[in-house]
């Protein structure tokens, strides 16, 4: 284990997992998404549905949906603040067939319509991992910046993405690639070493194949945020 | 890469001719990409979240549940009255360990140190020594090197968790870095540091995970009182150059296994221990009967 996850992290209480690790995941969520979310529906799954409500689970969530960060005080505030910000949220427990005890089932909706749906468990230590993405299986942290595609299942889709990474000289750290499993579109994760430019995700996501594409940027201050 | 065994941190330590804080920071540089400076910056970001947390306490605070706040507030006040044993460094070492604990219950920022319902631990020995200017800045992050090294280890060997392997994997971890934390920074030796953190940890061994109603509350935020006490009698031990018969490796290991041999009841899932007793189960049956 790294030094500072031994040390660390900064965060609000009262549970690294339940706290800490379920702000991450609304932060990812809505970082994924691009913009605020006006409607937010949260399903907690496993230990997240039975001792979320006294670990403040449910208001580390809506913090993160809303951009704050698991170290941000106002994360006990959060129901006000989703009201001040017009996100309205439904919470309640999910069953799932199998899945991680502290799970996650997101489904979220921008100002501008843009639907995002994602499974995310918290693992212990605030650390986090997306398990899923609009229905596909995924595999990522939400530590490093992170790039996901739906394209047609077609040949050279991949070659394409990575050219247009490595004109811009940004280094790929992992690839996954994931097929989903009805329809004939896959899905590209991709943790890159350096922040990926919006003008890159414009560039992406007009190429021919390409459906859609999600970019996550940890490096990217508060400010300038983009949709 | 960070170290599999004390063993190797200390033998690290006494080749490369550096202090274990040094050789703790040099390999974790290797491991996390961070340079020596943002590495310093970003224990001393954490040292002053540490203050922050104790300087912001509010003794009117209650947690949601209405379990805890307040307490660290009574003490405080009983030892300016007179009524209390140990000293100035023990009230006030129980006092920060409750304040700590306390705002981590009541939805504050704190540091996680191993975990969040450990956190109170370290900054209980440490910031009563800063206050009276006995640990300055730069010493108290050497020392927190030298915990993380130790915390490490554990990581490594065992678990840091609670649900894996019961309240030894997170006030006992926490103890044992706090133990050796203090022996650094009065000068011990590394081996010193070592037997302090293996006395710590030994003492709690066994200890159970058993949160009432689930929550990290009740028995956690006293606990981290004894992980802080037992962290400063191991170090006044290990200082005077008392032994202990296990190396800390080893204990770290036993402690791995009796987490394992541990019944699921007892590791963080509110069914056995203090949680199970009639009062646990009528406080958790109370407060499910509120959030209806």
Known sequence: MRLFDVL????IGPSSSHTAGAAKIGYTAQKLLGDLPVEADIGLYGSFAT????HGTDRALVAGLLGLRPDDPRLPDSFALAQ??????????????????NTAVLTLKSRTGRVLSMKAASVGGGRIRVTEIDGVPADFGGDSNTLIIHN????????????????????????????????SYAVMVLECDSHIPHPLVQQLAVMPGILKVTCLNVDEPEESAEE | MSF???????????????????AVLRSDLAESRLTEEQSRHTMRHLWHVMEATSREYDPAQRSRSGLSGGDAAKVEQ????????????????????????ECNACMKRIVAAPTAGSCGVLPAVLLPLARVGEADEDAICEALYVAA?????????????????????EVGAASA??????????????EQCAAAAAMALGNLLGLVCDPVAGLVEVPCVKRNVVGAVNAVACANMALAGVDYAIPCDEVIDAMGRVGSLLSPDLRETGQGGLAATPTGVRIAERLAENDG
């Not at chain 2, 090294?149 to 994997?169: D, K, P, S, W």
């Open chain 1, 8 to 11: 660390g992290p900064v965060m």
């Open chain 1, 51 to 54: 001792t979320g409500k006294g």
């Open chain 1, 84 to 101: 001040q910000q017009g996100m309205k949220f439904r919470i309640h427990p999910v069953e799932l067939r199998s899945g991680h005890p």
């Open chain 1, 152 to 183: 047609e299942d077609t040949p050279g889709c991949i070659a394409e993405v990575t050219a247009s990474l490595a004109m811009r000289r940004i280094n790929i750290a992992s690839m996954q690639v994931f097929r989903a499993g009805t329809g």
């Open chain 2, 4 to 22: 599999l065994s004390c063993e190797e941190m200390l033998a690290a330590a006494r080749t490369q001719k550096i202090s274990l804080a040094e």
């Open chain 2, 78 to 101: 009983a030892h300016k009255a007179g009524r209390s044993y140990g000293g100035d460094y023990l009230a006030e070492v129980t006092a920060e360990a409750l304040k700590t604990a």
């Open chain 2, 149 to 169: 090294g130790f915390g490490q280890v554990i990581a490594a060997r065992a678990t840091l968790a609670g649900a894996e392997g019961g309240c030894q994997a």
């Open chain 2, 177 to 190: 870095m706090a133990a050796a934390a203090l022996c650094h920074l009065k000068g011990g030796t590394p």
